[in-house]
């Protein structure tokens, strides 16, 4: 079973490829896998007859008992053999159908094979949570073939439709299947059968579980779907829609009969909607004019009549209703395939504008006569079999003392009458002769398009006869259901009330064609009030504006709103905690220290000046006052390794956001506030009493000793003096790990955000400053000098003398001469060269001496990146590029690389990811180091600090540069020399 | 443990005064409001370490009694260079909706009114266009009913 599955998703998978060359040719290559299938089906039927089981069994999913589990039994066989042995003459049918131009014939063509195979999982899954997953696969499926025509509005409409009333009666069955499952403490379908769930949670789990296989087999109120569908090409209708999909349901109810229909819940369901429901898909076949609506609404009546009978939960009913699924699946295929032929020879599928078809196709004629009569239950067809075979049972249990066999019986006989009424409408209105109506042009088919057809109707007439070698098979399952055994199926029983019964239903069926007039009267007299449809659209349409207007309510206020609704949450969350909260700290000190409060007033007026302060640069300087506040306080309650990184960012902030906001406005315009100010103040004042509150709550909360003096140890075990570096770069590493990641993430978004094209690369070199070139005095004739030079000049309204001029002065800078003489300062050039180099020095020394001193590879990257900022700042874009003359992203990704590198190198000696190693060392001027896997991390820390320094350096300092000079002389020129001076 | 008043009243302020910031609509705004509560948190996560004593350096001859608590630290240490990269990005971010927008003044205000009502009508097109589809196939099974759909 499984290896046939596999044949069937790999030849699916290769389908769309093949039908390029081949065109319609293709269908019947896939159809060989059905048909195989169906043959090896077949070898099996003389076993699982005699009650062998075939199973198979892989393990999935073994925490959830979860195992791709398969059971061949006599009703899984059966319905196997319904979907391979229909799948394929459809396919073949399929041949014919289509034209090689159809478009996406390919997909068509594995979308309907993958059905087949997906059907055939279904049927033959035993876990309950692997027959739901075919389940749901069938619904999409049937979406993706229903939409075969995607430009068409009806079929998509129509695909929508079908999935989405599928999808949740798929849903709510999951939900049945799990009360079941873990309740009866197994995923075995055929363990849940045999020892059924009972009480409250069976009742309730088997309603759900019916949801799911009414909405699949389109029984009221979910039937609207089927008629719609039928939007789709002709032989998915006859295959999905007639065959093998909507039987899921039917399959289902008759696989859980046997353990389930005892349950209170069971008959009402099973019983009442499916007879509801044959009557009014009867009833409405009756008024359709289009043959292929008429055949779907017949569809919808005939699916209520096989739940009503599988679901009796007896012996002759299971028996009669199996052989009612097999003589359904027959007849209706046979007749859907007949009418795309007839749709495809006259044009039309409306048969008020067909006449005169019977005479010119005899045999099709025939063929849809046979497999009409077959579905009205004339004899000698296996649709009379079948319903001969209901009614006795029905008539049995009846007299057995069940009430609801009564209530089936007489659904059935009204249906049927009704079913009696639609064949022959059928019939005589696809081939009668109508005088008023003028014969169509017929267009000629080619003769083996009713192949099919031909077959299923041979079929329904040869299994009439050949009931001993059917019977086996459906006995085998019926007798998994109570009851006597004695009823067998045939043509002829003798004169019984059976055959009175079916007497009946002929004489009011012919009653009903005789006075069609006076019936098509009555029922336009009838209201519509089964109008499931439309309260589908309104409930649809209703569920659509309600989304819109959700979001359009909830998602009202553009950024500043969602804050605010996110910190309301926190000060009534947290705060409405806190002040439940009874734990409060042993005591408070004012402060630590003398300077203390006094570092905390000052950073506490630099907030609320930057609250105030409408000006973007100063308030960015009141920021970064309040920065370097912190700076302080760390460095005064033993934190030097804060206080130095805090020191260094907050400088290279303060540069960055100064080289960014140079190019906007100064002042911040305040129009249009979505949150006005005092509301804003007071969400800020709240947020901040929350905060003062939550910090003295949660130190009072904190009983339990710091991990801190755990820490020391582990850090003298990790060779380390300094605890916070060896937290950072052993302990921790981790987290460090994942950090670094999140710089290089954010180093590329910056990039990618300023550079329209190519974020890769370096920041800008001098042309001809090549290797050794470069520790020369600069070529005269530089392209890039000269151009940049003199676009600048323009800038400044100077003369090319005066630039001329300025070029040939001293320079201590590389590039110092591509600035323009007003903007350098000869004080800094030399200041930024006397120190560039020491900088560099400290900043590795930081970097080797941060596992015992402050220091480490955060420090000092931001001291290599601060010594960075300062060539930049002093010799413009072309002294970054020479200062650094690597690509940003090389740095970045090197410093990565080795972080990572170093923590799953330690796999390879056999220790945990980020485990350390070390050896030690005596180096002059260092002192003693131990160099170890931490240290190589460490180094990567660095190297993905300098690069993203260097990153927004190059991106938010030269390109915003460049940027500027390409747009040329505007106030932007001045903010720059005001920047620089 | 036992908290030092003066932080946490600082803590608190620099978090209030960043979110009454953050709440406005130019995106300038909301980056020193954002620095600003970076700065609060972290300082609050440092009041968590108690009361602080020596750096936490296992020197010779400390008793590692007297240091202070190293966790935190390490905490907030990795949040000042996450805080600067954050910053970064949104700078470059500043940047962008200005270049893109060049509206002078109005460029690194976030949209709204204009939007939503953009939005809306971009779902109440969806909302139409599926519901076009469900009317496209009711009509073509009214179509076939006798008296051609009376509903």
Known sequence: MIFSLVAFAAVALVTPFAARPLGRRVFPIVAIVPTAVFGWLLTLVPAVAAGEVVTERIEWIRALDIALSFRLDALSLLLALVVTGIGALVLLYCTWYFRDDEPSLGRFAALLLAFAGVMLGLVTADDVYVLFTFWEATSVLSYLLIAHDAGRREARGAALQALTVTTFGGLTMLVGIVILAVAGGTTS???????????????????????????????????????????????????????????????????????????????????????????????????QTDLKLLLAYGTVSQLGFLVLVVGQGTRDAALAGTALLLAHALFKAALFLTVGIVDHAAGTRDWRRLSGLGRRMPWLAAFATVAAASMAGVPPLLGFVAKEAVFSAQLEAGAAGEPWAWVALVAAVLGSMLTVAYSVRFVWGAFGTRPDVAPVELHREPALMSLAPALLAAASLVTAFATPAIEPLLATYAA??????????????????????????????????????????????????????????????????????????????????????????????????AIMNDTLPAGIRFADGPAQPLVGLAMIVAAVAAVAMRQRIAAVLLVGATGYGMVLVFGMSGAPDLALTQALVETITIVVVVLVLRRLPRRVTTRRAVVRAPVRIAIGVLAGAVMAVLGVVALGARTAPSIAEGLTPLAIEAHAKNIVNALLVDLRAWDTLGEISVLVAVATGVASLIFVSGRMGGAPRLEGAGRRERLRPLPEQADSMRSARRRLADVEHETDAAAEAASTRQTWLLAGRTISPRNRSILVEVLVRLLFHPAIVVSVYLLFVGHNAPGGGFAGGLVAGLALVARYLAGGRYELGEAAPVDAGALLGTGLFLAAGTAASSLVFGLTVLESSWFEAEVPVLGTISIGTSTLFDIGVYLVVVGLVLDILRTLGAEIDRHMDDTGPDTVAEETAEVRA | MTASLTLVIVAAVLFGAGIAVMLERSLTRVLIGFLLVGNGVNLFMFTMGGEPGLAPILADGVDPEDLSDPLPQAFILTAIVINLGITAFMLALIYRSWWLAQLGEAGDLIGDEDEMVEDAEEAADLIRSSAADERAIQEVLDASDEDGGRA
Do not use: C
Request: aromatic fraction near 10%; hydrophobic fraction near 60%.
């Open chain 1, 189 to 287: 379908i055929s363990a849940l059968v045999a020892n059924p769930v009972t009480g409250l949670a069976g009742e309730v789990g088997i309603a759900l579980v019916l949801v799911g296989a009414i909405s699949k087999s389109a029984l009221v109120p979910f039937h609207f779907w089927l008629p719609a569908a039928m939007a789709a090409p002709t032989p998915v209708s006859a295959y999905l829609h007639a065959a093998a999909m909507v039987k899921a349901g039917v399959y289902l109810v008759a696989l859980l009969a046997p353990g389930y229909a005892e349950l209170a819940v069971w008959h009402p369901v099973v019983i009442g909607i499916g007879g509801f429901t044959m009557l009014v898909g009867g009833w409405r076949a009756l008024r």
């Open chain 1, 480 to 577: 998994t259901l109570p009851g006597p055994d004695e009823y067998h199926l045939a043509l002829w029983h003798g004169p019984e009330p059976a055959l009175a019964i079916s007497a009946l239903v002929f004489g009011v069926g012919a009653l009903l064609v005789w006075g069609r007039a006076a019936v098509a009267r009555l029922q336009a007299a009838v209201p519509d009030w089964i109008e499931a449809a439309r309260g589908y659209v309104h409930l649809v349409g209703a569920v659509d504006r309600g989304a819109a207007r959700l979001t359009t309510f909830i998602q009202s206020g553009g950024l500043p709103g969602y804050l605010a609704t996110i910190v309301a949450v926190f000060i009534v969350g947290l705060g409405g905690a």
